[in-house]
């Protein structure tokens, strides 16, 4: 899939129904489409990219960059990917992870990590497939967790 392409301010409306789609597929709390529209459009005037792929648009992933302590370069956190249902297992997902990592290192970015469910089991799958690992130093170290929590 070659049209994935760097959303600009014109597309938040169309990034916000995605999220929000996202959101109300795994029940998960929503803002409502024009509230996350209006919010994406503040993150990206800062350090947050997105990246729309499809003519829909069809899926996106959005990518917080932030300084490392480690290095010189930047982290990246995948902070969101989603594809539309129907159009799953396209290679959409795939492409849209091949671009972001593409886009993080052209950022300056030398780290790139996210969090998934142990429920979402492609998602899992394709992650593994571009080289993440959920071990900590490689593929023989303790399983890493993520933990989070409302403040």
Do not use: K, Q
């Not at 960059?65 to 010189?72: A, G, Q, T, V």
């Amino acid at each position: 899939m070659d049209d994935v392409r760097r959303a600009g301010p014109d597309d938040a409306e169309a990034i916000g129904r995605l999220l929000h789609d996202f959101n109300t597929e795994y029940d998960e709390v929503t803002l409502g489409p024009e509230r996350i529209a209006e919010r994406i459009r503040e993150l990206m005037a800062g350090d947050t990219r997105v990246l729309l792929a499809g003519p829909g648009p069809d899926g996106l992933a959005v990518l917080r960059l932030r300084p490392s302590i480690w290095s010189s370069g930047l982290e990246c956190y995948l902070a969101e990917l989603y594809v539309v249902p129907p159009l799953r297992g396209r290679g959409i997902g795939r492409a849209l992870m091949e671009a972001a990592i593409e886009a993080a290192r052209a950022e300056g970015a030398d780290h790139m990590d996210l969090g998934t469910s142990e429920d979402d089991v492609a998602a899992r799958a394709l992650y593994e497939r571009m080289g993440f690992t959920r071990h900590e130093g490689g593929a023989d170290g303790p399983v890493m967790f993520v933990y989070e929590r409302e403040l």
